[in-house]
């Protein structure tokens, strides 16, 4: 498997688990969705993928590398995970095109001009270069925001809420082109939803997540 958290334990707040000897494993290529009421660790799982979140036991392997166990813990700086995050985290005071640089270190001016070549035209937006984010619709920000975290070529794109700050008229376009562009990427990807009709329509794979208590 391509992603494997095993038995991982982590907690808040002390003696309250939020996840209690959990585990998931996803197949390269596969988009997994997880669901579950507030509160039952979705967005943290995201974080302890990413290494925001620092679990209290357990092992979580990404394309045959251990980024956490007992004995090492891999900076999230150097995870080669993409987060895209609920709000998308766009910089307001720069440009598409510096927004995507952002995350492109030590490349050359010309590779970098590539990868934003490469990525706007995967998400379709390469019309948009020079806009800044104010200037872009909420559908928009979002395919910059995954465009942004593909150019890094990451071994896995974690994606928390995409759907939350879209009109429900953009939604069911905006699911199409996410699983479109995720799947023309060839990237492994797993996102959190609380709405089953996103799960549905974009997933190999639906995790279902329980409160532990």
Do not use: W
Not at 98 to 103: A, C, L, S, V, W
Not at 118 to 140: F, R
Not at 157 to 169: G, I, Q, V, Y
């Amino acid at each position: 498997m391509y992603v494997k958290l095993n038995n991982i334990n982590f907690e808040y707040v002390k003696n309250n688990l939020i996840l209690d000897d959990f585990s998931l494993e996803i197949k390269k290529g596969d988009i997994a969705a997880l669901i579950g009421n507030s509160g039952s660790g979705k967005s943290t799982i995201l974080r302890i993928l990413s290494g925001l979140e620092t679990p209290i036991s357990g092992e979580v392997i990404v394309n045959d590398q251990i980024l956490f166990n007992t004995k090492i813990s891999i900076n999230p700086e150097k995870r080669n995970v993409g987060m895209v995050f609920q709000d998308y985290a766009l910089f307001p005071h720069l440009s598409v095109k510096k927004n995507i640089y952002f995350g492109l270190h030590g490349k050359t001016k010309d590779e970098k001009d590539k990868i934003v070549n490469d990525v706007l035209e995967l998400v379709n937006l390469k019309h948009k270069i020079n806009n800044y984010p104010y200037e872009l619709s909420g559908g928009e920000q979002q395919r910059i925001a995954l465009a942004r975290s593909l150019a890094t070529n990451p071994d896995v794109l974690l994606l928390d809420e995409p759907f939350s700050n879209l009109d429900a008229n953009l939604k069911k376009q905006i699911r199409k082109e996410l699983k479109q562009i995720i799947k023309k990427a060839d990237i492994t990807c797993i996102f959190v939803t609380h709405d089953i009709e996103d799960a549905n329509d974009i997933a190999d794979e639906i995790i279902n997540l329980k409160k532990t208590s």
